[in-house]
């Protein structure tokens, strides 16, 4: 099924430059390789049955942070060594991702993105705008929509559902994929709270 359809308007309540974002982590483990920061995006069209993090999926502004903020908060952490891009659809806001992840590869960060499109959908004349912009910049993708039927509960699988394929575009990384879907972290913010991350991409916000 094909999900390039229309852009969604609440992307407009988005100021160019800023993202619309659900969560945030630094020093992941289990989201690609290496340490990593982890940029959960605001907004999904799919609704996939089983999705992981289904507060995800509205549109409506959540936390509004401009690109500029985030970058220096993501190199701010000298243990952070690429970034990933999560959600919700990271390829809705492809334009501002592309922006963050010039200024992260200039520091010599990598950058890795999950999406629910097909690599040939994010290629073709439907895609979200800004995609090939966004493609340029990955050294990794991970594509394809999540399948409940199809699922992988596996230490040794870094994707979620059998559908889904690792894009290696950088090729001093294809010894690197070595982390997989069925981890998990916790990570204790400063307020107390607690971020639960990477059980087959979940990300869950928990009191302290």
Request: glycine share 10%.
């Amino acid at each position: 099924m094909t999900h390039t359809t229309n852009t969604p308007p609440e992307l407009a309540q988005i100021p160019p430059g800023y993202l619309n974002i659900m969560g945030y982590v630094d020093e992941s483990e289990v989201n690609g390789p290496g340490k990593r920061a982890v940029v959960w995006v605001q907004g999904c069209l799919r609704e996939c049955s089983g999705c992981f993090n289904p507060e995800s999926w509205s549109f409506e502004p959540n936390q509004l942070i401009s690109v500029d903020e985030l970058a220096e908060k993501i190199l701010s952490n000298e243990n952070n060594q690429g970034v990933t891009f999560s959600g919700g659809e990271p390829f809705w806001q492809a334009p501002a991702l592309v922006q963050l992840a010039k200024k992260l590869k200039a520091a010599g960060f990598n950058v890795m993105s999950f999406t629910g499109f097909t690599l040939g959908e994010l290629q073709g004349e439907n895609a979200p705008p800004a995609a090939g912009e966004l493609l340029e910049q990955l050294d990794i993708l991970i594509d394809g929509p999540y399948v409940e039927s199809l699922a992988i509960n596996s230490p040794e699988s870094p994707v979620s559902s059998r559908n889904q394929q690792v894009r290696v575009f950088n090729p001093a990384l294809r010894d690197k994929i070595s982390w997989a879907s069925d981890q998990m972290e916790i990570h204790v913010l400063k307020d107390g709270s607690r971020i639960v991350t990477g059980f087959r991409g979940h990300m869950d916000l928990a009191e302290g």
